[in-house]
């Protein structure tokens, strides 16, 4: 239904996210499709975040084995695999606040309506939806949060790794390197971890969501 909307009006509109739902609304795209939509997209960029860290965490260990050739090309490589592995995090951290942004709307919005049911039986039907879309919600949002958590330890080692082997194109970096790695293994481990439980808490939102539609 997305696609029904001219793109550029879109962009313009996002920058004012009332503006923004209430014109997708107009077009019969209520707040819960826009939540569901934006679920998808962060359970994807956690998917390509996961794959992107595990690719890296393999260039690191690929690094620890090297024994001759041309060490700039390596740090070349790693380099890109860190730069890459930072905007996958930046894209988990956009569709987080994403979700965050629409779901506090849709949420304020539920609770005002609750006012205008003149069924008590019905307010009351409404009210039981709300609180449990809240909590499936709230057990979502803290498991990517916790994920997100993870992300910034990760690329902090990735980073100070990348630095030393560019300012030491040598076996004194790739010794380094060595030292730490068992720590990154456990770190990426950990992070991958965390991530595979909340893509599996989005596919649950989702289907509950879609369950109810």
Known sequence: MYNQFPLFFLLLLASCSSAYYSALESVGIPKREVLVHRIEKAREAQTEAKEQFQSALERFTALTQFDGGDLQQKYDELNAAYQASEDRAEAVRK???????????????????????????????????????????????????????????????????????????????????????????????????????????????????????
Request: charged fraction near 30%; charge should be negative.
């Open 95 to 213: 569709r987080i606040a994403d979700i965050e942004d629409v779901a506090s709307a849709l949420f304020e919005e539920w609770e005002e309506e609750l006012q205008q049911y003149s069924n008590p039986s019905l307010r009351r039907s409404s009210a039981r939806q709300l609180r449990e879309t809240k909590q499936r919600y709230q057990k979502l949002i803290t498991a990517m949060k916790r994920a997100e958590a993870r992300i910034d330890p990760v690329l902090t080692v990735f980073h100070d790794q990348v630095l030393y082997l560019k300012h030491n194109l040598n076996a004194q970096a790739i010794a380094s390197l060595q030292t730490e790695l068992t720590e990154i293994q456990a770190d990426v481990s950990e992070l991958i971890k965390e991530m595979e439980l909340s893509i599996q808490e989005a596919d649950a939102f989702i289907q509950a969501m879609q369950t109810k539609t």
